[in-house]
């Protein structure tokens, strides 16, 4: 399972499971009602660092693919990188917690250490190995001062 799901993916099928358990399964759940503006806050926060990130690799002319850690031609340390190894399954992670909010649902939302967990198993954990194997005392001395999510 290592690096094979696209973490899209990942958070796509963890949505439709809190989806699921909104509307069908489990809707004795939903407890709470959100007023609108959180969700485009969420929202605006999500694009604008999920842009952040993404400008940063291409700045850097390095690859986005995260099936393909090891093409990465430059450890990207700057800018939103500075704050977070892995700031595009941050991005991820705020679209479901907005989703989560938006259900009202405190099961969709118990739901997400399961993002959590997975994506450091099978993702953030054989890229961090690849990218140690690659850029060695750089890689180190980053992953020591920049936190894996947030």
Request: charged residues 15%; proline residues 7%; positive net charge.
């Amino acid at each position: 399972m290592k690096l094979k799901v696209p973490p899209a993916l990942v958070a796509f099928v963890i949505g439709l499971v809190m989806w699921g358990f909104d509307h069908s399964i489990h809707p004795a759940f939903a407890i709470f009602t959100v007023p609108q503006w959180p969700y485009r806050l969420i929202l605006g926060v999500a694009v604008t660092v999920g842009v952040l990130a993404l400008y940063q690799f291409f700045q850097n002319r390095t690859t986005v693919d995260p099936h393909k850690p090891g093409h990465a031609s430059k450890l990207v340390t700057g800018g939103i990188y500075r704050f977070s190894r892995n700031p595009m399954y941050v991005v991820l992670l705020i679209l479901m917690i907005g989703f989560g909010f938006k259900l009202g649902n405190l099961f969709s939302l118990l739901l997400l250490p399961l993002f959590v967990m997975y994506m450091n198993r099978f993702q953030i954990t054989p890229e961090e190995e690849i990218l140690r194997e690659k850029f060695g005392v750089e890689f180190e001395n980053y992953t020591s001062q920049v936190r894996r999510w947030l």
